[in-house]
């Protein structure tokens, strides 16, 4: 769905860094080498996506339909969370501030509407309608536009 041009952008990104890192390597001297990768372990750097403030916007999405859902639903169902841990894990890989910010915004959708309503109601189901059309929305338009 959204993940999957996402995934191939990350994999190629990937890619140019596992090459960068190989040309790097290749040029330090094997001695040095093995006391630095001794000394500290690889940090990622963290570049911020042109699309991450989308994404951020999705994840609180996600947060608020998933409560929203199971507040309405006579058996709670997990498909919400399961599908924004797929998309934190596909989306950050290892880069933990940017799955801090989405994990907290996915936390922040979700509490707003725990402390809105402890009930199903019409205004809830009306919310949770609105919020994945959002969502929906939001998500065809980062892929069509920053997809490939």
Not at 47 to 66: A, F, W
Not at 79 to 106: C, G, H, N, P, Y
Not at 109 to 137: D, K, L
Request: charged residues 25%; proline residues 5%.
């Amino acid at each position: 769905m959204i993940t999957a041009p996402m995934l191939a952008r990350l994999a190629l990104a990937g890619l140019a860094l596992t090459a960068a890192t190989g040309a790097a390597a290749q040029k330090t001297p094997a001695k040095e080498t093995a006391t630095t990768e001794a000394a500290a372990p690889a940090v990622v750097e963290e570049k911020p996506t042109p699309y991450d403030q989308r994404l951020i916007r999705l994840s609180e999405i996600i947060g608020s339909v998933h409560y929203l859902r199971n507040l309405c639903v006579k058996e709670p169902e997990d498909v919400w969370r399961r599908s924004m841990q797929e998309l934190i894990d596909k989306e950050t890989a290892d880069e933990i501030k940017r799955r801090e910010r989405m994990t907290a915004a996915f936390n922040r959708g979700y509490r707003t509407f725990a402390s809105v309503y402890t009930t199903c109601t019409g205004p809830a189901i009306v919310a949770e309608q609105r919020y994945r059309a959002e969502g929906a929305t939001l998500a065809s338009e980062i892929v069509a536009r920053f997809g490939n």
